[in-house]
Every structure is written in structure tokens, then in C-alpha cells.
């Protein structure tokens, strides 16, 4: 039989392909995992080894093919039909049509559900809600309990759903779960179990499904050792794609379909395991050989098609490092002169100049903004950047959540500092009036329309009866108002004064507010380089930002576009020159994600993931200090950051090291020390001899 599809693969994808395969039926393969390091060809390999069943003879109406995305499934269904072309020819399209069972975990379970829905219980016709749906099911059990009207801050419906999420895909009783994710609502241990015990009975007497439930009766389902054996039997094949994404919910319900691991493949990298936030749980990938008796095959693929030898050195040298993982060393036949840079700047407005200025000297000598990306650990450490991007006109695309300028908390800032600018500004005043307790789109409205024919607008507000439930809130709001008004502390302090009011509704309305607040002081350096309020306003208004997200496609914005993106939203992608904001300790690892062993170990993956998207050329930046809370960049309070820990001076050997900007000959380097022009110590000393 031929076999022209293996030309394109290399040993170790070939053995991965050819593992277990019978030419009979395809069907007596023992458990396989397939380590596939970054770049190794993961999912060229995961289809070829579902082509190679399919023309052995597996039926693929009997293949359970699952992935981490619909996009994901449509894929590699599209490249299994190539490789079945090959031997098959037009009968092809008529296998691959018939592999039905390739999907997404919950569309998967979706489905089965419904199959197996009168054993279980279940009325068939069931819905499911969305996110949002199930945050607003979780708000009204919430109402109804009376937990919304308590003496002491609630979680909130998107906390509390995240708490109940985490719980269930876990595995992990909620007290685990909140000590270890929410030690600031391990308080409401009692309380958060009966709204869960009432969102469950909601959901029943409504006959819908959450996101999570699809995974959850899925579990339950098979936890039946009959239901199991039928459901498993359904399936001569089971592969499962990013299986170091999985959580323990997945794991349990894979090993009761396949408890022997008769037909099943898992495809992962335990090297890039960086979802925990999401309950994605590593120990799933790193316990899978032993899981079976005898344990499962293990094929390693380490050949890199993407990046050059010395990138895969310097990431080689980092996850080496790493508590526990499969030995793996990336290798290259991509050879290059050039090592990953490690570049010290003085601070992060400096940091964006590097980044702009490489960038562009990229673009003239044929590498287009497209094939470069910016990555970081955090949203928000972005800030500077696009400021300096959108300054210097150079269009970008922003993954992994909302623009810093169009992130929610940024924008109220930015209401506040509208209104006390233009007080007949509808739009400012109705998202501004609307954080205060008790002001709702009603009463907003009701106050800006007795506002509006006013000569002088704000000491209208000032003279109007207060909205009823409103409380103290209202006469700050006011105050706040006048003061920005009367200009009298001056700009840039005004957006001190501003964000001061803010904090409070800030912590009450928003779970993560500590994150938020690092926007904030982000925001208040740059409007510091700014000489008044209203230019700030202005130029901002001028060419705000894009807002635009992991789902929101091609941008419209130019021809060509830098890409920024948070790591986590960067996994799986590859650009020719990647720039890496902020290693240093505190940024990677992040300060918040250190405090137990397994965090700091995934914090180092998140740094591997991030080196290993570069093909040609890699720039690590670090900055030398970062302001503290509430300086602007024109003050002098900071704190100097090291060298993220994961590149210890042992691993520098691997790296170019270089400062910027280049200091000429003859000239001297800025310092941070700043030189005094006249010594007036040593005048005052000298006085008295």
C-alpha cells in the first residue's frame, strides 16, 4: 500500500503515526502520548495519524477526535482529507465526511448528553446558557437568597460563578478552592454552598445546562460503569489534542471511556502548560503513562520547524530548569549567528522606544508589522506602548483582552475627567453617574436632562435634590466634580484627585480590582506627558485605540499591523521577530503568581512559551525601574527590578546582553543618578574651615 504522506515526516512524527496501527482494522493500539515540544509539527502529526487509521481501515465513524476549538476540528478534518487523498483518491471526501465525532469537549458532550438523556434523567429538549446567561441565573438565586442586600460585600454573580467553575472542573471540594483562588471570600463558605445548591435547582427547574455542566454530566454519565462501557464502546479511537490544557473533570471522564487506554492518543506539551486559571490541571499530562498498566507509549517529537538554533538553546536552557517534566530538547537545523537579546532599558517609556525603533528597522529591510508580535505577562503592561505606537502611527492589533485605553475601568477615568471638562457631555455623565450606588440609567438620565438647559451646569447638580438610595455617595461625587472643575490643583494632579474618588467604586464594582488599579497609576504616567487636561482628552479622542479580542478577526485598520498580545493569547502562533515586555521578577513571574511552587513553575512556562513564538529573532526587555503607586513619570519615587529569575546568570552565555540606547564614543551614558550641577554640600562644609 502507499504510503507517499510519510515522505513529509520526519522519524519520530512517523513512529507517532504508525504506533499500534493494525493494516486489518486499525483497532489494537495500547495508550499513546505524544509529547510535542513547540514547533515540532504537533497537529500535522495528529492528522496524519488519523488519515494513516482511516486508510488502515478504522472506520471514522468510530473515531472520537477532540480538540480545544471548532476552528481546531475543521482543520485538521480538512488536512486528514488531503492525506487520505493521497491513497484513497476522490473516496477520500466520502471517509472524511463521515467523521462526525470531531469537535470540542463540551460540543462532544453536547451531544452525548442529549443521546443518552432519558438514562440519565434528563428532558432531551434542553437548553444551555452562555456565560452571561448563567452569571445572570447565578445573580437571581444570588437576589432571591438575600445575599445581595447584605451588611458586607458579596461576591459578586461573575465571582461567584468563576468560584463555582473552578470548583466543578477541579474536582476540588470549595473550600479548597477558595483558600487556594479566593482566600477573600473563603468567609462566605456557607452562603456561596446554598446559592450553588439554588443555582443548581434553578437550572434543573428551567431545564438548562451551563458550560460547565456539559462536562459535569458527562462525568456523571460515565461514572455508571454500564453507561461507560456503552459510551466507550461507541469509539475504537479516541485522540485528544493540547491534553496538558485539560482539566481533572476531561482526565476522568477520558479514562472512563478508555480505563485499559486501548485506542487512545493524547498530543500535548507539558513544557507548555499554562492554563491553571482556567483549572487546567499539568499533573494530567505528566501521570498519563502511568495511568495504565503496561504504562502508555511515550513518542517525543523535539525536531523545531520554526525557530533557529540559538532560540531554541536559550528556551532549552530556561524549561530546563523546571521542577519536573518529560526530557525534551528542541533542536533546529536552522542555523543563525544571532542569539536572543537580553536588553536593558532605563524604564518602560524607554522600553516602548526600543521596541518602536526595532520595529521599524524591521519593516525596512522586508519584515512586514505582521510577522513581528509584542508579548507580556499582563494586559496592562502594554499601556505605555500603545501610547507610543498610536503616537508614532504605527497600526497594531491587540490580543488577550480590551485595549488599555478601552479596558472599562480606564474608561470611567476617563468620564470623570470628560465631564469635569464638558459637563453637558451626555455620554461621560451617563456612564459616570451610573457607578454611583443607587443611580441607575433612570435616575442618570432624570439628572442629566434637569442639567442640560442650565447656563451653568454643575452648580445645577449642585443645587438639585439627590437621587433616593444614593446615601453619602452623592455629595463626594459632587465635591469631586467642582474641585476638578476649578482647575485649582492643577494637571497633572487632577487625575490624582480623579482616581482618589474612583478607587472606592472601582473595589465595589469590579472583583480584581487590585489588577485594575495598576491601569490606573499606568494612566496617570501618561497623562503626565501631557501639558494640560484638554490636550490629554483631545489627542486620546483623536485616534483612540481599537478595542479587539482573541474572537474578533481580521482588524480593519491598515495593510499591515504589529501584533500585541498577552502570552497565554500567543500560544499556538509564530512570528519572525517577538519582543517580550518586562522580564524581570515581578512582571515574569508575575508578583501575584509566585506564592507556592506550582505557580512559580508555571510562570516559568509562560516565559518558554513566549520565547518559543520567535523564528528569526528574540528580544527580552528589562526594564531597569518602575514608578510606584500614584508617581507620575515626571516624579522620582521607584523601584528597580532584576532580571526575572528564570535566566540566571548561568543561562547568560546563551543570550547577547546589551544596554540601549547605544551610548556613541565620546559621549556619556544617562544615568539614573542624577549628577548635581552644583555641589552645595560641599559649599555649606567649606563655610566653617
Known amino acids: 500500500m502507499s504510503v507517499a504522506y510519510f515522505e513529509n515526516l520526519n522519524m519520530e512524527q512517523r513512529r507517532a503515526v504508525e504506533h499500534g496501527v493494525a493494516i486489518s482494522d486499525g483497532a489494537d493500539g495500547g495508550p499513546l502520548l505524544i509529547i510535542a515540544g513547540a514547533g515540532s509539527g504537533k497537529t500535522n502529526t495528529l492528522a496524519h495519524r488519523v488519515g494513516h487509521l482511516i486508510v488502515n481501515g478504522a472506520d471514522p465513524r468510530r473515531i472520537l477526535l477532540m480538540t480545544f476549538s471548532r476552528r481546531a476540528a475543521s482543520e485538521m478534518a480538512q488536512r486528514v482529507e488531503r492525506i487520505c487523498g493521497q491513497v484513497l483518491g476522490t473516496n477520500a471526501g466520502i471517509m472524511t465526511d463521515a467523521l462526525t465525532w470531531a469537535g470540542t469537549f463540551h460540543g462532544i458532550g453536547a451531544r452525548l448528553l442529549r443521546h443518552y438523556a432519558e438514562q440519565i434523567g434528563l428532558d432531551p429538549a434542553f437548553t444551555i446558557h452562555d456565560r452571561e446567561d448563567s452569571a445572570d441565573l447565578m445573580n437571581l438565586a444570588r437576589h432571591e437568597l438575600g445575599f445581595s442586600r ?62 460547565d455542566d456539559l462536562l459535569l454530566y458527562w462525568a456523571q454519565t460515565v461514572s455508571d460503569p454500564m453507561l461507560a462501557d456503552d459510551i466507550g464502546g461507541r469509539f ?61 507509549a511515550i513518542v517525543t517529537l523535539d525536531r523545531n520547524y520554526r525557530s533557529t538554533q540559538p532560540i531554541l538553546a536559550a528556551a532549552n536552557g530556561v524549561i530546563e530548569m523546571a521542577a519536573e517534566r518529560f526530557t525534551k530538547n528542541l533542536w533546529s537545523e536552522r542555523q543563525s549567528a544571532e542569539r536572543p537579546r537580553i536588553v536593558t532599558v532605563r524604564d518602560e517609556t524607554e522600553q516602548a522606544r526600543y521596541i518602536v525603533q526595532q520595529v521599524l528597522e524591521n519593516r525596512e529591510v522586508g519584515t512586514t508589522l505582521r510577522q513581528q508580535a509584542v508579548l507580556f505577562r499582563t494586559s496592562s503592561h502594554s499601556g505605555p506602548l500603545e501610547v507610543e505606537l498610536t503616537r508614532r502611527n504605527i497600526p497594531f492589533v491587540k490580543f488577550g483582552g480590551l485595549k488599555f485605553l478601552d479596558s472599562a475601568h480606564v474608561k470611567d477615568m476617563l468620564a470623570v475627567l470628560r465631564f469635569a471638562q464638558n459637563p453637558r457631555d451626555r455620554v461621560a455623565g451617563f456612564r459616570l453617574m451610573q457607578l454611583l450606588p443607587g443611580v441607575g440609567p433612570t435616575s442618570a438620565q432624570r439628572i442629566l436632562d434637569a442639567m442640560t438647559d442650565q447656563p451653568e451646569p454643575l452648580r445645577a447638580l449642585t443645587g438639585m435634590p439627590m437621587p433616593p438610595r444614593v446615601g453619602d455617595s452623592w455629595q463626594g461625587f459632587v465635591d469631586m466634580l467642582e474641585q476638578l472643575r476649578s482647575g485649582k490643583a492643577g494637571w497633572p494632579a487632577e487625575i490624582e484627585q480623579a482616581r482618589r474618588w474612583y478607587e472606592p467604586h472601582l473595589e465595589r ?181
Request: aromatic residues 8%.
Open 509 to 689: 464594582i469590579h472583583e480584581d480590582a487590585t489588577v485594575r488599579k495598576a491601569d490606573l497609576v499606568q494612566l496617570e504616567q501618561i497623562a503626565a506627558g501631557y501639558p494640560s487636561r484638554e490636550r490629554f482628552l483631545t489627542e486620546l479622542t483623536l485616534d483612540p485605540p481599537t478595542a479587539t479580542s482573541d474572537q474578533s478577526g481580521i482588524p480593519n485598520l491598515d495593510e499591515d499591523y504589529l501584533i500585541l498580545s498577552t502570552i497565554h493569547s500567543a500560544k499556538g502562533q509564530e512570528w519572525k521577530s517577538v519582543f517580550v515586555l518586562n522580564t524581570v521578577d515581578g512582571c515574569i513571574p508575575s508578583d501575584l503568581g509566585v506564592g507556592t511552587t506550582a505557580d512559580q513553575e508555571e510562570e516559568r512556562r509562560l516565559l518558554y512559551v513566549a520565547m518559543t513564538r520567535a523564528k528569526d529573532s528574540l528580544h527580552l526587555i528589562t526594564p531597569q525601574r518602575f514608578f510606584t503607586h500614584g508617581q507620575n513619570a515626571r516624579g522620582d519615587r521607584h523601584v528597580y527590578a532584576a532580571r526575572t529569575r528564570f535566566i540566571p546568570a548561568s543561562l547568560l552565555e546563551l543570550f547577547e546582553c546589551c544596554a540601549w540606547p547605544v551610548v556613541a564614543v565620546g559621549q556619556t551614558a544617562r544615568s539614573d543618578v542624577r549628577q548635581p550641577r552644583l555641589d552645595v554640600r560641599a559649599q555649606m562644609r567649606g563655610m566653617w574651615r
Open 150 to 211: 447584605m451588611e458586607s460585600r458579596f461576591p459578586t454573580k461573575a465571582t461567584c460563578l468563576t468560584i463555582y467553575s473552578r470548583a466543578v472542573n477541579s474536582e476540588r471540594p470549595i473550600e479548597e478552592v477558595l483558600g487556594s483562588f479566593f482566600p477573600w471570600c473563603a468567609g462566605w463558605n456557607s452562603q456561596l454552598r446554598a446559592l450553588f445548591a439554588a443555582y443548581v435547582e434553578a437550572k434543573q427547574a428551567q431545564n438548562v445546562l451551563d458550560y
Open 236 to 296: 475504537d479511537h479516541v485522540l485528544v489534542d493540547e491534553y496538558q490544557d485539560t482539566n481533572r473533570l476531561q482526565a476522568s471522564i477520558l479514562m472512563a471511556l478508555k480505563p485499559d487506554g486501548r485506542g487512545l492518543t493524547v498530543v500535548g506539551d507539558d513544557a507548555q502548560s499554562i492554563y491553571s486559571f482556567r483549572a487546567a490541571c499539568v499533573r494530567n499530562i505528566l501521570d498519563f503513562p502511568a495511568a495504565f498498566s503496561p504504562p502508555a
